[in-house]
């Protein structure tokens, strides 16, 4: 029945185009706290909400939504790899649950995950396998895409599942907000890259290889102001996480994926997580959430932020901190 979010930006690029000293410590400051609140949460099970950046799924079937009853980790970049501690019996359940809510999730039993979700489970509770684990993929690089609008109602059909729950649950959120890092898309790609596309799994070691150098070199660009991807964008950061804050969740329905890609990126649509996540910790009742950490951070190409969560009690109305957001502004 207990339940605590934490929400996270993840980046393949940390170790390999890193910022200014300070703010790589602001990021470990920041995660080394989620991950003692973690520790001192304890929990029972953890619920993932994470992307995928054609690693684990690809064009063959590509669902909006995904549960894990088994999975395990890529090693992506400097992701670890190895299997997850998944708890497939109570995955099932939850995918039973969430569809009879009539939400239409998928279920894998081979699920891969990459950088997306296993950087956020190591930061956080310290590996892949340290607790009983479901993943949740929502696809948020390869369109057509859900709505911000089913991710919420995801987010909640799974919420009202764990409140049901006698175990302590953390929720995970895993995603940058404004960013657009060079993920290839389907949509003009030549045949090689709409094959990877399509059926890519297990790549070659000279394939990844050549992937994460692509990416470094688009970080370096991005970083140098050489880049035409699309700019990072503070402001609308802000105004997104600060909706979240406000505990008025219905207001992401409002959001566009056309708009999305037009005022903050193509991979902005990894918010989904967030408001999965929050979705599910709305559904206990009001919360009060803290920003913990927000920073515009050009060489991992991402609007970088942090942010818990925890329900508070009936009758209160959402309350939101602020502590770190000043300080890295
Ligand atoms: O296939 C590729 O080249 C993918 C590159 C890639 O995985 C980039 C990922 C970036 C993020 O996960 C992010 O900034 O959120
Ligand atoms: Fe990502």
Not at 165 to 191: C, T, W
Not at 259 to 276: F, N, Q, V, Y
Not at 309 to 329: E, I, L
Request: aromatic share 6%; glycine share 8%.
């Amino acid at each position: 029945m207990p339940i605590h979010l934490e929400c996270l930006s993840h980046t393949p690029l940390h170790g390999y185009v890193d910022p200014a000293p300070h703010v790589v410590a602001e990021v470990e400051c920041v995660t080394q706290a989620a991950r003692a609140r973690v520790e001192a949460f304890d929990p029972e099970l953890v619920i993932v909400f994470a992307p995928d950046h054609y690693n684990g799924f690809f064009y063959d079937v590509m669902p909006p939504f995904c549960i894990g009853v088994e999975a395990s980790a890529v090693g992506d970049f400097k992701s670890l790899a190895g299997p997850l501690n998944v708890d497939a019996g109570l995955a099932l359940a939850l995918a039973a649950d969430v569809l009879a809510d009539e939400i239409d999730v998928s279920v894998s039993y081979r699920m891969q995950v990459d950088h997306g979700c296993a950087q956020a489970l190591e930061l956080l509770t310290g590996g892949l396998d340290r607790y009983p684990t479901i993943p949740v993929f929502i696809n948020s690089v390869a369109p057509p895409l859900a709505t911000c609008r089913r991710a919420r109602l995801l987010g909640q059909a799974i919420g009202r599942f764990v409140a049901r729950l006698d175990k302590r649950v953390l929720v995970i959120g895993s995603g940058g907000i404004s960013h657009e890092p060079p993920v290839p898309e389907i949509e003009g790609a030549n045949d090689e890259v709409a094959e990877r596309l399509i059926a890519g799994r297990n790549p070659s070691a000279e394939s990844r290889a050549a992937r994460q150098a692509r990416t470094v070199a688009a970080a370096l660009a991005f970083t140098s102001g050489t880049s035409p991807l699309h700019p990072l964008n503070p402001e609308w950061d802000r105004a997104f996480l600060d909706r979240l804050a406000s505990g008025e969740l219905s207001a992401v329905d409002g959001m566009t994926n056309d708009a999305i890609s037009r005022d903050a990126g193509k991979s902005a649509h990894e918010i989904r997580t967030w408001i999965a996540a929050f979705g599910a910790l709305a559904a206990h009742g009001p919360y009060r959430a803290s920003l913990d950490y927000y920073r515009a951070i050009p060489e991992w190409i991402a609007g970088f932020a942090a942010m818990h969560a925890s329900p508070v009690a009936q009758g209160t109305r959402a309350v939101v901190d602020h502590p770190v957001a000043a300080a890295a502004a």
